[in-house]
């Protein structure tokens, strides 16, 4: 399995490199909106998930493929919350030692109350933690924490966090249409970013295949109500277009698989992706894909999105072509 991927287009990060240092949905969350599906079971302790060594090796493999200007940031993300793996400072370092890339770390911000997950994330050039909610009833309802998490204690970790940290601290929210959109939703989370005091706010929109179908992404109305109560350092990210990376691999099938367990593909960015290849490559990789196992349509906003099968999506429609 490769646990490097891409680059793939990144709507704050241009071409991002990924890293991914954990398996399938090793979260201490089940976002609503998770484009990986449900987290079942949740899982909250930090260990080495997948081998350190391994993981430094594919990155000086896939740093060696890419040419100079093909990946603008190298980024630890992927298909579930990376502070859980144990030896993040660590690698962090060895990346650091390797490359002049600016390297970000997107993580949820759980586990930041842990003062050996704030001194590993300080050595990144960029922190995205997420913050959907402005109360703990929100927090449960939109990222419906392993039960050990406190709300209280998370915000306090984002706090301390901003403290220590002089890198780039970018707060995520995904907006969900009725849900954190509201006027008092907002207020909320707006009280909540005037003690933390990220660099920058970034609102995002469920664009991937939700978790669980009811999830919408907020009204354009809504958006610029969000824009005006959080402040001046907020920015809007709509879905980003750019083209995603097969190469480094020997095997493009895997590359697609090493993309969509992270990263959900429209059908039509996977068909782009693949137009270098000859029509024959193209209709051995989306049999492969139809026929493996290993990957699963899913159909939300009126798309159809390849996933790999073991994400667990509400009313998913799996190998629908079979
Ligand atoms: S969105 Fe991120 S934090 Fe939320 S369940 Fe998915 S992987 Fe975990």
Redesign the pocket.
């Known amino acids: 399995m490769g646990y490097v991927f891409g680059p793939v287009p990144s709507r704050r990060l241009g071409q991002s490199l990924g890293i991914d240092p954990v398996p399938l949905?090793t979260?201490n969350?089940?976002?609503v909106?998770?484009q990986?599906g449900r987290?079942k079971p949740l899982i909250d302790h930090r260990a080495e998930y997948i081998s350190t060594q391994n993981i430094i090796a594919q990155l000086q493999n896939a740093l060696h493929f890419h040419k100079p200007g093909e990946i603008d940031w190298i980024t630890f993300v992927g298909?579930?919350?990376t502070t859980l793996h144990i030896n993040l400072g660590s690698m962090l370092e060895q990346v650091k030692s390797m490359t002049n890339i600016p390297v970000a770390v997107i993580t949820?911000g759980s586990l930041l109350y842990l003062p050996e997950v704030r001194n590993d994330l300080s050595l990144a050039d960029a922190v995205m933690p997420?913050l959907d909610a402005g109360s703990a009833h929100l927090y449960k309802n939109i990222?419906r924490p392993h039960p050990h998490l406190d709300y209280e204690e998370f915000i306090d970790g984002l706090v301390r966090f901003r403290q220590q940290y002089h890198g780039k601290f970018w707060i995520e929210v995904m907006l969900i249409k009725g849900l954190n959109d509201t006027l008092q939703a907002l207020r909320e989370i707006a009280n909540r970013m005037q003690l933390i005091k990220p660099d920058e706010i970034h609102l995002l929109l469920p664009t991937r295949p939700p978790a669980e179908s009811w999830v919408k992404p907020s009204e354009e109305t809504n958006v610029r109500m969000a824009q005006l109560i959080l402040g001046n350092n907020v920015k809007v990210f709509h879905s980003q277009k750019g083209s995603f990376g097969l190469g480094g691999t020997d095997s493009v099938f895997q590359a697609v698989i090493a993309i969509i367990t992270r990263h959900p593909m429209k059908e039509s960015e996977l068909l782009e992706a693949l137009k270098h290849y000859p029509q024959e490559k193209i209709d051995e990789v989306m049999n492969a894909l139809r026929e493996s196992g290993e990957a699963q349509i899913v159909e939300r906003y009126g798309e159809r999105y390849w996933s790999a099968s073991p994400s667990q999506y509400a009313a998913a429609v799996a190998n629908e072509e079979k």
Request: glycine share 6%.
């Open positions: 949905k979260c969350w089940n976002c909106y998770c990986l987290s298909s579930g919350e949820n997420s990222n």
